[in-house]
């Protein structure tokens, strides 16, 4: 059996198969890089869950104010 080396972010490839060592990653302008929606981290491409995360911190001080000054919800807090 022989082993070979499959390429990591920022390699040369020819096709996405070719850089299947890296979980969501694609063949793009003959480099290994991270599909649109994922961001290089540590040579692996991660999800951004900052986003998601800021907008419900954003969503539960809204309902908190709303209800320190008395003001009925929309049952959504």
Do not use: R, W, Y
Request: overall charge neutral.
């Amino acid at each position: 059996m022989t082993d070979h080396c499959m390429p990591g972010l920022d390699s040369p490839c020819t096709a996405t198969e070719n850089c299947s060592s890296v979980t969501n990653s694609e063949c793009a302008n003959q480099l290994c890089k991270c599909k649109s929606t994922f961001k290089a981290m540590n040579g692996q491409c991660m999800t951004s869950s900052a986003g998601v995360l800021s907008v419900g911190i954003v969503a539960l001080a809204t309902c908190f104010i709303a209800l320190l000054m008395g003001q009925k919800t929309l049952g959504s807090c």
